[in-house]
């Protein structure tokens, strides 16, 4: 995918799972999306100081900062970037997680996601903001 300047639309996936992560980097590499990895929060803030990214798929429990603080970092700093967050998580949402789901306004991909699943809710998240 292509933004309108021409360049490769780069998504960050901030996800400790070695398994999704590479699902999701095969999965979005396939649909012409530039992909980098961060295990945690604390790892992708370095990366989002290096690169510009179009988007976030952020898993909501990750180890150091978790995809609740690094969402509210994303806020603070880089206001746009938290605009264009996709929320994931493998827990049962109750109580606090599903009020801050809500809160956002953000899209939310329950794992375990099927990579048809993955490229729905990305291409339909892309439909909204193009």
Not at 48 to 68: A, S, V, W
Request: proline share 6%; aromatic share 10%; with cysteine.
């Amino acid at each position: 995918m292509k933004n309108p300047d021409g360049s490769t639309k780069r998504i960050l996936i901030v996800e400790d799972e070695p398994a999704i992560c590479k699902l999701c980097q095969r999965v979005l590499t396939s649909e012409g999306f530039e992909v980098d990895t961060a295990v945690n929060g604390v790892v992708a803030q370095g990366m989002i100081g290096e690169k510009q990214y179009d988007f976030c798929l952020i898993d909501i429990r990750t180890p150091e900062m978790n995809g609740q603080e690094f969402y509210q970092w994303l806020q603070e700093r880089h206001h746009p970037l938290a605009d264009s967050a996709i929320f994931t998580s493998g827990s049962v949402l109750g109580g606090y997680t599903m009020t801050f789901v809500e809160q956002t306004g953000r899209p939310f991909l329950p794992k375990p996601f099927t990579p048809d699943e993955l490229k729905v809710i990305v291409k339909k998240f892309w439909m909204e903001v193009e």
